[in-house]
């Protein structure tokens, strides 16, 4: 079992405190990026899945189950993409 972070494009990311004290320097934390935090909550829940912390971490079994989780958000038109949540955050 793993938690994947989920992060609201455009806004802050929340739950910086497991990040290293240096994380601009060489450091990288894969999540789920989706347009509408609350919509995406939602609707892995509604399909079955596990999400704590109000909507932004996910519980995955295993890496096979990620494409029934990608396939779940596009049924229901939620845009989402797998990045790297630190090139999402403004580091300056």
């Excluded at 793993?2 to 910086?16: F, V």
């Excluded at 320097?25 to 990026?33: A, P």
């Excluded at 995955?60 to 779940?72: E, Y």
């Excluded at 939620?78 to 090139?87: G, K, N, R």
Aim: include cysteine; hydrophobic fraction near 50%.
């Amino acid at each position: 079992m793993g938690l994947l972070p989920i992060m609201e494009k455009g806004k802050p990311m929340a739950g910086h405190a497991d990040w290293p004290l240096f994380y601009m320097n060489d450091f990288s934390k894969l999540g789920l990026v989706v347009t509408e935090l609350a919509q995406a909550s939602a609707v892995l829940e509604a399909g079955g899945y596990r999400v704590f912390d109000n909507g932004r971490v996910l519980q995955v079994d295993d890496a096979g189950q990620l494409g029934a989780v990608f396939a779940v958000l596009s049924e229901h038109q939620v845009a989402y993409e797998l990045a790297d949540l630190i090139s999402c955050v403004y580091q300056g």
